[in-house]
């Protein structure tokens, strides 16, 4: 809902006829919405929905308060009716303009940027620094907040179908399906094996304390290699749950993620790209050593 009010408020309303622009909520007159400028009349204002059409279809304006016009309100309310009576509304359809870009075009690289810059998004969070693709960092911030769509966020929206894991019989949530499932756990037990990496408590501390003290280059590649687990673990989920795809075993994930590190390393430096590649051998070697000795089962005695 937040990120909903701040995307209308950077949408700028070319009025033409006022019939599809709200008058109070959208940014019509002035750089922000006229609730924003004037909300001691925007309080008391009786119909906050309405739309400029209706407010501007008679002489006095339609609109109605719930207390007096008076002291302040009263001179908020000529200050707005001085503007307003230089609105010429026409036969023309309203128009919106993206004030975030200079060609009036939405993006999202720009919404991204709007939000960091206007600190909507915590500009601390570790994520936002690392090379991996926006939708990648946008996908780790989801996490964050604990709003990706694991079942249990689904079932809140009425979805229908079951709770379960696919890749286990426990309930998916976000924790237990990047944490704590036993094929979680087994990824994570790889990377430990692979880098001395102890895996994270829980969610907010990999974004927050979990590398505190580890070297900043190379918490950075480290950022980029869970990245890439957390969209391997992401997609072969929906792969299995959506679209009626097998799960053979842990190695699915591994080579996927791996495949994402190579790919996402040309955004890096180049000095970093030949540590990210022996970085995935080295995982991809340890998980075949565990997948050859202990098979998929192997979770129950080296991930638990
Ligand atoms: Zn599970």
């Known amino acids: ?36 400028q004037y909300p001691l009349l925007y309080n008391i204002a009786q119909r906050k929905e309405d ?37 010429q509304l026409s036969n023309h359809t309203d128009n919106v303009r993206w004030i975030l870009a200079a060609n009036g075009v939405f993006s999202v690289k720009s919404m991204y940027l709007d939000l960091i810059n206007t600190g909507t998004l915590s500009r601390s969070l570790k994520i936002w620094n690392i090379k991996v693709p926006l939708k990648i960092k946008v996908f780790m911030w989801f996490i964050h907040k604990g709003v990706i769509l694991t079942k249990d966020n689904l079932i809140k929206r009425r979805w229908r179908g079951r709770s379960n894991c696919c890749y286990c019989e426990q309930n998916e ?6 944490l704590q499932c036993p094929l979680a756990k087994l990824l994570w037990r790889t990377i430990q094996i692979a880098f001395n ?21 190379i918490s950075k590649l480290i950022g980029i290699g869970i990245c890439a687990l957390f969209w ?6 929906n792969d ?5 795809k097998n799960f053979n075993n842990f190695l699915q994930v591994i080579f996927r993620a791996t495949s994402w590190i190579r790919t ?9 790209r030949g540590r990210m590649d022996i970085g995935c051998n080295r995982w991809e070697m340890v998980a075949r050593v565990i997948f050859n000795r202990f098979g998929w089962r192997a979770n129950n005695r080296l991930g638990v």
């Open 1 to 36: 809902m937040k990120i909903k009010m701040t995307f209308f408020q950077k949408v700028k309303f070319i009025v033409g006829n006022g019939t599809s622009t709200r008058f109070w909520k959208d940014t019509w007159l002035g750089d922000t919405p006229l609730a924003l």
């Open 51 to 87: 739309y400029i059409s209706m407010v501007l279809q008679s002489v006095p304006l339609n609109m109605q308060f719930r207390r007096a016009l008076v002291g302040a309100r009263w001179d908020a309310w000529l200050h707005l009716v001085r503007r307003l009576m230089q609105v």
């Open 173 to 178: 949530t976000i924790r237990h399906l990047f």
């Open 197 to 217: 990496i102890v895996p994270p408590t829980c969610i907010s501390s990999i974004f927050t304390t979990w590398l505190n003290g580890v070297d900043v280059k």
């Open 232 to 237: 391997a673990i992401w997609n072969t989920r």
């Open 240 to 244: 299995i749950t959506f679209n009626g």
């Open 264 to 272: 996402w390393s040309l955004l890096s430096h180049v000095d970093s």
